[in-house]
């Protein structure tokens, strides 16, 4: 059985998709791109696939991951070009790569996040974040199953770090925060003739879950910092959070590198220096 692993975005108006939604999607892209999937057993088997760490409905994302198990042995970049041609545009299967490892789950530790406030000048961003950044505990509360739920939104933000909207779409991974491969920059969906500030944070996965949208909560709380429209948000990154650089690293590089070091060109190249 061969495990891949995908790499798939969120763009444009398919941000608005839920997590079954795109579930559904991709289900069909399998059968439209005739994929020889492994199956679960029981009375009502489906195709093995694991999600990992989906992002919130509403959001958009250029980094969400899921890896799937095949009967047949098929090449990682064919199978990602026919899935990517068998699913809707903006959900997107931008990179794929053989399972050589264990742990994709463990390996998504931390997020980068781009919040887009129109309506906000980058001054008074800048004032938020501050007070944000300086406060040793930011309390915030949200609805849940279970009623209002009260948690610190300022111990998982790593950084945070607040920009003037450029006219022409910026880069989508910023090098200092992340050390994935460089990829689509999200699409601005709104004008761009009003005062616009750009928040860009790293948030490590804690329990209970800090969202960016909570984070908003905490600026809200100690700046009195409200955009008058909702923010658009798109993750840029997700992986292993290295606690001394304070980047998020491509939780897909461990496989990539097991794969070259396992390739025919390498066990040739070895054998050739390998003495007769």
Same mark, same amino acid.
Not at 167 to 182: D, G, I, K, R
Not at 220 to 225: M, N, Q
Not at 233 to 251: H, I, K, N, S, Y
């Given at each position: 059985? !061969?495990?891949?692993?995908?790499?798939?975005?969120? =763009?444009?108006? *398919? #941000?608005?998709?839920?997590?079954?939604?795109?579930?559904? $999607?991709?289900?069909?892209?399998? =059968? #439209? $791109? /005739?994929?020889?999937?492994?199956?679960?057993?029981?009375?009502?088997?489906?195709?093995?696939?694991?999600? $990992?760490?989906?992002?919130?409905?509403?959001?958009?994302?250029?980094?969400?991951?899921?890896?799937?198990?095949?009967?047949?042995?098929?090449?990682?970049?064919? *199978?990602?070009?026919?899935?990517?041609?068998?699913?809707?545009?903006? +959900?997107?299967?931008?990179?794929?790569?053989?399972?050589?490892?264990?742990?994709?789950?463990? =390996?998504?530790?931390?997020?980068?996040?781009?919040? =887009? +406030?129109?309506?906000?000048?980058?001054?008074?961003?800048? #004032?938020?974040?501050? /007070?944000?950044?300086?406060?040793?505990?930011?309390?915030?509360?949200?609805?849940?199953?279970?009623?209002?739920? %009260?948690?610190?939104?300022?111990? $998982?933000?790593?950084? *945070?770090?607040?920009? %003037?909207? !450029?006219?022409?779409?910026?880069?989508?991974?910023?090098?200092?925060?992340?050390?994935?491969?460089?990829?689509?920059?999200?699409?601005?969906?709104?004008?761009?003739?009003?005062?616009?500030?750009?928040?860009?944070?790293?948030?490590?996965?804690?329990?209970?879950?800090?969202?960016?949208?909570?984070?908003?909560?905490?600026?809200?709380?100690?700046?009195? *910092?409200?955009?008058?429209?909702?923010?658009?948000?798109?993750?840029?990154?997700?992986?292993?959070?290295?606690?001394? %650089?304070?980047?998020?690293?491509?939780?897909?590089?461990?496989?990539?590198?097991?794969?070259?070091?396992?390739?025919?060109?390498?066990?040739? /190249?070895?054998?050739?220096?390998?003495?007769?």
């Amino acid at each position: 059985m !061969q495990r891949i692993r995908l790499r798939y975005t969120k =763009r444009g108006r *398919l #941000r608005f998709t839920s997590h079954r939604d795109f579930q559904r $999607a991709f289900e069909r892209a399998l =059968r #439209r $791109a /005739a994929v020889p999937m492994a199956y679960s057993a029981g009375f009502t088997p489906h195709p093995k696939v694991s999600y $990992a760490n989906a992002a919130p409905t509403g959001t958009g994302s250029e980094a969400e991951y899921l890896e799937i198990a095949l009967t047949d042995a098929r090449d990682p970049e064919k *199978l990602r070009l026919l899935l990517d041609e068998s699913m809707p545009v903006g +959900l997107d299967i931008i990179d794929a790569v053989e399972a050589r490892t264990s742990g994709l789950a463990d =390996r998504l530790t931390a997020s980068v996040w781009e919040l =887009r +406030l129109d309506g906000v000048t980058p001054e008074d961003a800048e #004032r938020a974040v501050d /007070a944000f950044r300086s406060a040793e505990a930011v309390e915030v509360q949200r609805r849940t199953k279970n009623g209002m739920r %009260t948690f610190d939104a300022r111990g $998982a933000v790593a950084s *945070l770090e607040a920009h %003037t909207a !450029q006219p022409e779409v910026h880069a989508a991974q910023p090098e200092a925060q992340t050390s994935q491969p460089e990829t689509h920059s999200p699409q601005a969906d709104r004008p761009t003739d009003q005062p616009c500030a750009i928040l860009r944070l790293v948030v490590r996965h804690v329990t209970p879950a800090v969202r960016p949208d909570d984070v908003l909560s905490g600026l809200r709380a100690v700046a009195d *910092l409200a955009p008058p429209v909702p923010a658009a948000v798109t993750r840029l990154a997700q992986g292993l959070f290295d606690e001394e %650089t304070g980047t998020v690293t491509d939780p897909l590089a461990p496989d990539r590198e097991a794969v070259a070091a396992a390739s025919p060109t390498a066990a040739t /190249a070895a054998a050739a220096k390998a003495p007769a």
